[in-house]
């Protein structure tokens, strides 16, 4: 089982970006919680983040014919790229939407998900457990 977890723009600023949404976790402790979940489990596993829509929208495409499920945290993407949603949709990959912070419970704008409309499911709300959850979800479902 090939695994692929993307993370959008301003990721890699956990623990320092609004902790008081987004915990005091760092991007090393989230992808060393990823990599060892996944050892664990003897799951392949690529991590990815970059700040760049195009780039995300590589990334799923380059993820055609080799991967099995991708979790993805768009960031503020999430309520803007419909690029992204069409990527999601057009590799035809099951795919999980991860949210650190509670976004049904914040400011308006975040209530719209554009990629959501391509995932088999969305998880908000559990921290950086959330990435776990999706991962268990690709592969036990």
Do not use: W
């Amino acid at each position: 089982m090939k695994i692929l977890v993307i993370n959008g723009p301003n990721i890699n600023m956990l623990g320092i970006r609004e902790p008081e949404h987004y915990g005091k976790e760092t991007y090393q402790d989230l992808t060393e919680k990823i990599r060892n979940h996944c050892n664990k489990k003897k799951i392949d596993v690529k991590i990815y983040q970059s700040n760049h829509e195009g780039d995300l929208v590589d990334e799923i495409q380059n993820a055609y014919g080799s991967t099995d499920g991708i979790v993805i945290n768009p960031g503020a993407y999430t309520h803007t790229s419909i690029a992204i949603l069409d990527a999601v949709k057009s590799v035809s990959i099951p795919t999980v939407e991860v949210h650190i912070s509670k976004v049904e419970e914040r400011e308006d704008f975040r209530q719209i998900s554009y990629v959501r409309l391509a995932c088999v499911k969305t998880i908000t709300g559990h921290g950086t457990d959330g990435y776990l959850e999706a991962i268990d979800f690709l592969t036990e479902g």
